[in-house]
């Protein structure tokens, strides 16, 4: 009776040994299937890796203004560094000192989602992504760099006679085109310099100019060398003003 018990205890034993070996590896499996093929939300924990490090701000600016091919944008659900409370302040401040007009941004006529640049071989980034309905004639599109805050594009889209509802133009000017110019040079000017931290210079080189196009870049240094350019671009005819 005793040496049946003890296969009995024996037989048990063995059965809960390799229910603990087996069950974990089955549930893993069951698991690891059932998630199989399902699209899954980019974790932020993901991209928090070095790419800060890896790639400088003039880096970033060239890849999005150079349109890598199989460069890839996906949303996030949040920023790294910034939120978007932060991102409309730095819109309202680019967008008054841009235009001289002090245009509403708020969560009402603004839609601004934080984005993961992806560039095959290059590098990845976060930036936000932003549309801002100025008035009933211009709307505004912006790229920012979410570690510094700073621009790295964006678009003005309107009507072709509505540009004093987007630029003040101060009474007795006699050339547009040059207050048009020192506005955007004196804006990014003072956004770059904010945004990261440098006691830059720019100056201005004209590249094409006439009734109907201002094409202009800007060169930014410090130290006299050269950091990174901005082309700007006004297309007066057709109501299109951008910055890349």
């Given amino acids: 009776m005793r040496k049946r018990n003890l296969l009995i205890f024996a037989a048990l034993l063995l059965a809960a040994a390799l229910l603990g070996w087996l069950l974990p590896t089955a549930v893993f499996r069951g698991v690891d299937q059932s998630l199989e093929g399902r699209p899954e939300p980019v974790s932020i924990r ?3 890796l070095s790419y800060q490090s890896d790639l400088q701000f003039a880096d970033r600016l060239r890849l999005l203004s150079a349109e890598v091919p199989g460069s890839n944008i996906s949303s996030l659900e949040r920023g790294v560094y910034r939120d978007e409370a932060g991102i409309r302040d730095i819109l309202r401040t680019l967008l008054e000192d841009l235009t001289g007009f002090s245009f ?3 969560q009402s006529n603004t839609d601004i989602v934080p984005v993961l640049m992806q560039f095959p071989e290059q590098g990845v980034f976060v930036a936000w992504r932003a549309i801002v309905f100025l008035n009933e004639m ?18 003005f889209e309107g009507g072709p006679g509505a540009w004093d509802n987007l630029f003040h133009r101060p009474n007795g000017i006699a050339d547009y085109n040059e207050t048009l110019r020192e506005r955007v040079l004196t804006a990014l000017e003072t956004h770059y310099r904010t945004q990261l931290g440098a006691d830059y210079s720019a100056k201005t080189v004209t590249l094409d100019q006439n009734s109907e196009v201002l094409y202009s870049e800007i060169a930014f240094l410090e130290d006299e060398q050269e950091q990174f ?12 003003f951008n910055i890349r």
């Fill in 104 to 106: 509403r941004v708020s």
């Fill in 46 to 48: 993901q991209i928090d």
């Fill in 138 to 155: 211009w709307s505004f599109e912006a790229i920012l760099d979410d570690q510094t805050g700073a621009l790295l594009g964006c678009s």
């Fill in 229 to 240: 350019r901005i082309v700007f671009m006004f297309v007066f005819p057709e109501g299109y």
